[in-house]
């Protein structure tokens, strides 16, 4: 089995190098003439089984930024687990790259992955988590506070989906606190709540919205309907209803609340143009957060990979 640091989950990082990757992230976005070219002489591959935008700009610009060279590969390049098996896969991409991403649909092709090889995998987003995105959300929110998230709260509201699942473990990790807001039959896995609070994580499950925005420091949503759930639209337009994010339901929130977005946004669905363009929004500063947060993820695999020998759950 590989020994190489992996981060498939938020939570294959402890706390400690989770708030080492943020304050370096944090830093290099300030001073950007401080920034180590550690990828210098070095490839990254970069695998897209699904359409990307800012997961795969952001990665290729943290790369290059960091003297790497990024290949990036589509899903139809590659034949995934068809024209040949996932493991050998990224065993030929193990032999020219010292890094291999991936925004899959099966977490367990990742999973497969970091299995097969003896370099860092990191997970670009698949059905169960996103954790890239869920570091530069915590950036983004640091930034907005001016201090750690550490005893703040955040209101999810939407589904209980990968990116809620991130984050659960995310603010977990670092001391925030976190109510989900869903309808019945798309709430948060009881799996990740489980781990979350296992972490050390305050997270709540609270059917109404207003009621889990009521106070909130930050509210989160992301859309209704993601990728691959097109079938199901109809439905989860009917059961989302009342979870819409609009000036309503933010007015329950705190003064100074901070609105936050993955995006893409299903603008008139999940959120109001009046709030995702309004002033409590922070989703553009969020979408460049994403290059800081991979440029310092990046850094954090690269160093333990060099320091030697990890298993799973170790960085």
């Not at 190489?4 to 290099?28: C, G, K, M």
């Not at 300030?30 to 002489?41: A, Q």
């Not at 952001?58 to 589509?74: D, I, P, Q, R, Y």
């Not at 996103?130 to 939407?158: I, K, N, S």
Request: some cysteine; aromatic content about 6%; glycine content about 8%.
């Amino acid at each position: 089995m590989s020994t190489a640091p992996r981060f498939l989950e938020v939570d294959d990082l402890t706390a400690s190098s989770l708030r080492r990757v943020l304050d370096r992230a944090r830093q290099w976005k300030e001073k950007p003439g401080e920034i180590r070219p550690v990828l210098t002489g070095h490839s990254v591959a970069a695998v897209f089984e699904k359409p990307s935008a800012r997961t795969r700009v952001s990665f290729e610009v943290a790369v290059v930024t960091l003297g790497g060279h990024c290949v990036t590969l589509k899903g139809d390049d590659l034949g995934l687990g068809r024209r040949e098996s996932v493991a050998d896969v990224a065993r030929t991409l193990a032999s020219y790259c010292s890094f291999v991403g991936a925004r899959v649909f099966d977490h367990r092709v990742l999973e497969e992955m970091a299995r097969a090889i003896d370099v860092p995998v990191l997970n670009l987003l698949s059905n169960q988590a996103h954790p890239g995105q869920a570091v530069g959300d915590l950036l983004t929110l640091e930034e907005c506070f001016g201090t750690p998230v550490e005893g703040r709260r955040l209101a999810f509201v939407g589904d209980g989906n990968n990116v809620a699942a991130s984050l659960a473990l995310a603010a977990a990790l670092t001391g925030l606190e976190m109510v989900v807001s869903s309808p019945a039959g798309y709430e948060l896995d009881d799996a990740v709540i489980e781990r979350a609070r296992n972490l050390g994580g305050t997270l709540e499950l609270v059917a109404d919205p207003f009621e889990a925005v009521a106070g909130a420091d930050a509210v989160y949503t992301d859309v209704w309907t993601s990728m691959g759930q097109e079938s199901e639209a109809a439905a989860r337009l009917a059961a989302f209803a009342a979870y819409q994010v609009n000036s309503d339901l933010l007015e329950t929130a705190g003064p100074d609340v901070v609105f936050l977005h993955c995006l893409p946004a299903h603008r008139g669905e999940e959120v109001t143009d009046e709030v995702l363009d309004g002033p409590a929004s922070a989703v553009w500063v969020q979408a460049a957060n994403r290059m800081h947060s991979y440029r310092s993820l990046l850094v954090e695999l690269f160093e333990l990979a060099d320091s030697g020998p990890h298993g799973a759950g170790e960085v």
